[in-house]
């Protein structure tokens, strides 16, 4: 069983008691990388402590998470901008638009995000999008800033049918897939039908969003194969082709060696 967690915040304090444990419990359910979007400023230390420690094993991305964009988010920018020139990343994120926290930064927001789309295009990377309740003006800034240069993945994806055409149509654009799917309320598996493997990926988004059997307890990275295994139902194939085929998908967008 190959796998790979595209979206896992395990730097995060949550993690601060037994990282080395969740990364062994990672390894042996088959997680062969791991990759950690940034939050803000504040985030950057820790997720340089955990690359440094799993050279190779997790690796960083670097942005400014839309709930980060406040008052100061100029200054923010400019030192996430800073780090970009300094080391490299795998991707440019977590960015995006986030209506469903707060909308008082809506504004600066688009403005942050459209500039980060801007450096993705820079540094020839890929964006990993954080989008709620802003599908539509995620896609609205990504075709300002020109989609036929862009690629990148939404992650933890719960839009509509509409949605998930819409995101298709913009061509270099995969669905990042975690725990949700595997929530009993949830619709994302009649949504997912719309599609096939060819645009689908696997995440946690740890150390939120556990799938069941673990809702409401924390989230790592071994639990993609939960994750995994409803898919595998959705679609009706194995869990090991599923595997293969997500992993496929995240080497191409990623260039994950
Ligand atoms: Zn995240």
Request: charged fraction near 25%; include cysteine.
């Amino acid at each position: 069983m190959r796998i790979i967690d595209t979206h896992s915040h395990i730097y995060a304090e949550e993690f601060d008691a037994d990282l080395s444990e969740v990364i062994t419990r990672a390894k042996s359910a088959g997680v062969e990388r791991i990759l950690m979007p940034n939050i803000d400023i504040e985030s950057i230390d820790r997720l340089h402590r955990v690359a440094g420690d799993y050279e190779g094993y997790c690796i960083p991305m670097m942005g400014l998470h839309p709930t980060s964009v406040g008052e100061d988010w100029r200054n923010q920018l400019n030192v996430i901008k800073q780090q970009l020139t300094k080391r490299s990343y795998i991707a440019v994120g977590e960015i995006g638009i986030d209506l469903y926290w707060d909308k008082t930064f809506e504004k600066e927001q688009k403005e942050a995000f459209e500039e980060q789309l801007r450096w993705s295009i820079d540094y020839d990377l890929p964006v990993a999008i954080h989008s709620r309740d802003a599908i539509p003006e995620c896609i609205a800034c990504i075709r300002n800033v020109g989609v036929e240069r862009l690629k990148g993945v939404f992650h933890s994806f719960g839009g509509t049918e509409e949605e998930l055409r819409e995101i298709l149509n913009l061509q270099n654009f995969l669905l990042g897939i975690n725990g949700v799917v595997t929530f009993k309320n949830s619709t994302l598996s009649t949504v997912l039908k719309q599609t096939d493997l060819s645009h689908i990926i696997i995440e946690t988004d740890a150390p939120y969003l556990a799938p069941m059997p673990y809702r409401g307890k924390r989230n790592e990275p071994s639990y993609t194969v939960k994750v995994a295994e409803k898919l595998s139902e959705i679609y009706n194939v194995s869990i090991e082709e599923i595997g293969r085929i997500t992993t496929d998908n995240t080497v191409k967008l990623f260039s994950v060696s």
